[in-house]
């Protein structure tokens, strides 16, 4: 498969579809608290996409093959040491102390738009909202690197260089990937690499950079359900995710949250 560059049409395509994944971040984020459940996250989800947006929940169905079922949820919502793809359900309820991570992808006029944010469930320890916050500035320095002439391994590097400075580990079994009316289009985003190498960005292109980070080994493992991923050690995970497009000056995030800042970063 080759790289897809975009046309100026696609692009504002996908700019409507990012917007869309955003609101539905957006749309949720008073609802994550104590006491509800995954299942009812994803309900409310799902009807605000289908019903509210008129769009179409990426995820649901997804990715069947003959050994597994495709994806059962219109959204990922994963949990403490669940690195990323945990199902939803009704029997998951928050609890003061959890860190979760919440997967949105959009299809809208045949176009994706895929974001993810974490939430703090009450009160946390130090050492758990630090890994969510190291892990949103890698997000944010990879996004740095993107402009036309720049190299994957760019965004790589500077995300596991941050990372490993503040002594976590880098998932190396997923990686962020290109989109468009595809969800899962070239080139793959890896969030390691060597400054300097890898392929060569150039505008127009759309991708999503999504560093998954773990407070222990980077080891992950697949449970029986097929989808699942959890970190091998049983220790803490945690994700960002936006969907870019390469501009003539820089890149261009598709899906922005209103009211959204950059981390300070180093």
């Known amino acids: 498969m080759a790289i897809i560059i975009k046309t100026p049409e696609q692009i504002e395509k996908m700019r409507i579809a990012g917007r869309l994944a955003a609101d539905v971040l957006d749309m949720i984020t008073p609802k994550v608290r104590e006491g509800i459940s995954t299942g009812e996250l994803n309900e409310i989800c799902h009807d605000y996409m289908v ?5 179409v929940p990426a995820p649901l169905h997804y990715g069947a093959q003959a050994d597994r079922p495709g994806f059962p949820s219109s959204i990922c919502t994963s949990l403490n040491e669940v690195v990323c793809h945990g199902i939803p359900s009704d029997s998951k309820k928050l609890k003061k102390g959890d860190i979760l991570n919440i997967d949105v992808t959009v299809i809208k006029d045949g176009y994706h738009g895929d974001t993810s944010a974490m939430f703090c469930i009450g009160e946390v320890e130090e050492y758990k909202q630090r890994l969510v916050n190291v892990t949103r500035e890698c997000l944010y320095l990879g996004i740095a690197q993107v402009r036309p002439g720049a190299r994957l391994g760019d965004i790589g590097a500077a995300i596991s260089k941050h990372a490993h400075n503040n002594h976590y580990s880098v998932v190396e079994d997923f990686c962020g990937h290109g989109i468009g009316e595809g969800f899962h289009e070239d080139p793959q985003v890896l969030h390691t690499g060597l400054a300097g190498t890898g392929e060569l960005l150039k505008e127009g292109m759309t991708f999503t950079i999504e560093p998954m980070i773990n407070l222990g080994k980077r ?12 970190t091998r050690d049983g220790r803490l995970s945690a994700q960002w995710e936006h969907t870019l497009v390469v501009t003539p000056e820089g890149c261009e995030i598709l899906t922005l949250r209103n009211g959204e800042t950059t981390p300070q970063l180093p």
């Open 219 to 230: 080891g992950t493992r697949i449970k029986k359900d097929g989808w699942t991923a959890v």
């Open 51 to 55: 019903n509210v947006q008129g769009t």
